[in-house]
């Protein structure tokens, strides 16, 4: 497979997991990172942005964001393997978008183990909620252990909410601004990914508050997330440090840019390949 190649039930999975972003590539590589940007009242146009990027081995199937059938007002990718998804959004009165993202255990020790129930069934789950407010209500902490450790978030046009099991259930509000995820906690200063890559889109965002349609969203996000110099790792020597990544097996293996706007429409781009290569195609 070339550095730009392709690969390739609403339902959650009883045992595997795989509906997360983030998966183990090999010790050699350290810790395996995906990583979102969600921005909250940031646009006047758009309050809320959200951009991510995900990291899968190659030849793990899945399939590109659509409506999901028999669920119209869903949209969400879908991993053929365990059945869940990565990241997704609901149309409607109020229209939210939820993500997950694999918890490591810290920045070089290698991911969680994985639980009896698949993490990417837990974002369809949210999915199926009628708002973010239900969503702090979907786990509690006994149902919150029967996951491999995650990261969750739920966002709508006024609010966003985190949700992870890696100590516990924790449930909190992310504040108003620029939010960067990957695999440990929020804006985490100790993630090499996490720490360069706010820095580029703490860079984009004069460019995100002055749009006035969709579309104008998607140039300087596709910048930030097709970027491989944005590593804060003092080192430079972890592919997995970088925000695009491409290794022999694993690698960005798509990028998302969905918000919703001031009049509770949502726009989703999607670019079906590593974001430094492939443009980005609307899907609603």
Same mark, same amino acid.
């Given at each position: ?8 039930r ?6 595997s997991?795989?509906?997360g972003?983030c998966?183990?590539?090999s010790?050699?590589?350290? =810790? ?10 940031v646009s006047?146009?758009?309050p809320?942005i +959200?951009?991510a ?8 199937p899945?399939e ?5 059938p028999?669920?119209p007002e869903i949209?969400?990718?879908l991993?053929l393997?365990?059945?869940? =998804?990565w990241l997704?959004c609901?149309e ?6 939820v993500?997950?993202?694999n918890r490591s ?5 290698g ?7 698949s993490?990417?069934s837990?974002?369809f ?10 969503v702090?209500?979907?786990l509690?902490a006994?149902?919150?252990?029967l996951?491999g450790a995650?990261n969750?978030v739920?966002?709508d ?6 949700l992870?099991?890696?100590h516990?259930l ?16 929020p804006?985490d ?8 890559a706010?820095k580029?889109?703490e860079a984009?965002l ?11 969203l ?7 997330l097709?970027?491989?110099q ?8 972890n ?5 695009c990544?491409? =290794?022999?097996?694993y690698?960005?293996r798509?990028?998302? +840019?969905?918000a ?5 429409k ?8 590593p974001p430094c290569? =492939?443009?980005?195609e609307?899907?609603?």
């Open positions: 497979m070339d550095r730009c190649g392709r690969s390739g609403l339902r959650p999975s009883a045992s997991d795989g509906g972003l998966l183990p590539v010790a050699s590589l350290g =810790t395996v990172v995906c990583t979102l940007a969600l921005c909250l009242g006047r146009a758009f809320l +959200v951009a990027n995900r990291d899968e081995f190659y030849d793990r899945s590109a964001p659509r409506r999901r028999g669920h949209v969400a990718g991993d393997r365990a059945g869940g =998804t997704g609901r409607g009165g109020n229209p939210f978008v993500a997950v993202l255990r810290g920045w070089g020790q991911p969680a183990a994985p639980g009896e129930r993490r990417g837990l974002a789950e949210a999915l199926g909620l009628d708002c973010v407010d239900d702090a209500g979907l509690d006994e149902s919150a252990a996951y995650f969750l739920a966002a046009s006024k609010q966003a909410l985190f992870s099991n890696a516990g924790e449930c909190k509000p992310l504040a108003r601004g620029l939010s960067v995820l990957t695999n440990l906690a804006d200063p100790h993630c090499p990914r996490g720490a360069g706010r580029d889109f984009a004069p460019e995100l508050a002055a749009v006035v349609e969709a579309g104008q998607v140039p300087p996000l596709a910048r930030v097709g970027n491989h944005n590593s804060a790792d003092p080192d430079d020597r592919p997995l440090a970088r925000l990544v491409h =290794t022999e097996a690698g960005t798509s990028s998302s +840019v969905v919703i706007g001031a009049d509770a949502v726009a989703y781009f999607h670019a079906e390949g290569c =492939t443009p980005f609307r899907i609603v």
